[in-house]
């Protein structure tokens, strides 16, 4: 069994304020073994589904917006981000793309076209089910003429996109691109529900485990309406997230 270091056994007895504990820690190099050294053990019991989690993240501001354009502009927006939403494609621990809301993705014509197919029956937090059309919207957000999205550059290469029916979405591409299953699983090409052809992100509306209850000045509430992700973390039933300025 790994022993608690002496700065970890301080830091639980309270002799040791968090600031120092921190900076002491990073000085040595060990910052990412803290679930060991505190704990002294790692657990690695089944999660549990249930109660609250509440999470103190740096970066955040007042000025914070949700709008997908700068959604990953600091640390704070990036879980926020994650925690609300789903992209088409993801990217697992292993490196590796895993489904997420497409089930499916195929290149062809020398990777110049590429379809997805979306997993049916998806619901956004308000009821409604998600269709290509969403898709189709949520990805044009970032390359309209007015656009100031900083993943827009990444999407230069696509002529077009088209709904194949409700459930299926054909990107045709300016050159083949082999890679561009990697591209859709960028975290600023989430999606979210579309409004007389736009998308809605000013709702706060998506398909993530975690819905947004309120927002005062730095600190997000949210709660789990039984999209409980193991694989992701998302167990609880409420979540807050809170900047912390640590200077």
């Known amino acids: ?99 997420e809301l497409a089930v499916s993705w195929e290149g062809s014509d020398g990777a110049k076209k590429w379809v997805f197919k979306l997993r049916q029956g998806v619901e956004f ?14 990805l044009n957000y ?24 409700s459930d299926t979405v054909v990107f045709m591409l300016s050159a083949g691109n082999t890679d561009f299953a990697h591209i859709i699983a960028e975290p600023s090409f989430m999606i979210r529900p579309s409004k007389d052809g736009e998308m809605d992100w000013q709702s706060g509306v998506s398909t993530g485990p975690f819905n947004l209850l309120a927002k005062t000045n730095s600190r997000h509430k949210y709660h789990n309406p039984k999209r409980r992700n193991p694989q992701k973390g998302a167990m609880h039933d409420r979540c807050t997230k809170h900047t912390i300025s640590d200077n």
């Open 1 to 99: 069994m790994t022993k608690p270091t002496k700065f970890g056994s301080n830091f639980n007895e309270g002799l040791l304020d968090r600031r120092r504990f921190l900076s002491s820690t990073a000085a040595a190099g060990v910052a990412t073994m803290l679930p060991f050294t505190v704990s002294g053990k790692a657990h690695a019991q089944a999660p549990k589904p249930g109660g609250r989690m509440r999470v103190g993240l740096s970066h955040g501001s007042t000025s914070d917006s949700l709008d997908p354009a700068v959604v990953n502009a600091n640390g704070y927006l990036g879980v926020l981000n994650q925690a609300q939403n789903n992209r088409l494609v993801g990217i697992g621990v292993d490196g590796q793309l895993e489904p």
């Open 125 to 138: 937090h308000d009821g409604r089910v998600m269709t290509a059309g969403d898709v189709i919207a949520s």
């Open 142 to 165: 970032h390359v309209k003429e007015d656009s100031t999205s900083s993943a827009k550059n990444l999407l230069a290469g696509v002529n077009s996109m088209k709904a194949d029916g």
